[in-house]
């Protein structure tokens, strides 16, 4: 079994930022994986968005090629 790496605060400038408390070289830019999967989340969720003209939803998919053709 390998011994764990030690958790160092990686840089104190920038903190989690989910909760704040010092970032940790292992799960960075977080302090633990709770904070990495609560952002994960955040994202899969749509609680954050990227900005972008909006989508027009009338707009149908391309077509796919029949491989009879």
């Known amino acids: 079994m390998a011994p764990e790496q030690p958790e160092n605060p990686a840089s104190p400038a920038r903190p989690c930022p989910i909760c704040g408390k010092p970032s940790v070289q292992r799960f ?9 999967d609560i952002d994960l989340g955040r994202w899969l969720k749509g609680n954050y968005v990227i900005p972008g003209e909006p989508l027009d939803e009338t707009e149908e998919a391309p077509m796919r090629r029949d491989e009879d053709s």
């Open 28 to 36: 960075k830019p977080f302090c633990s994986s709770r904070c990495a």
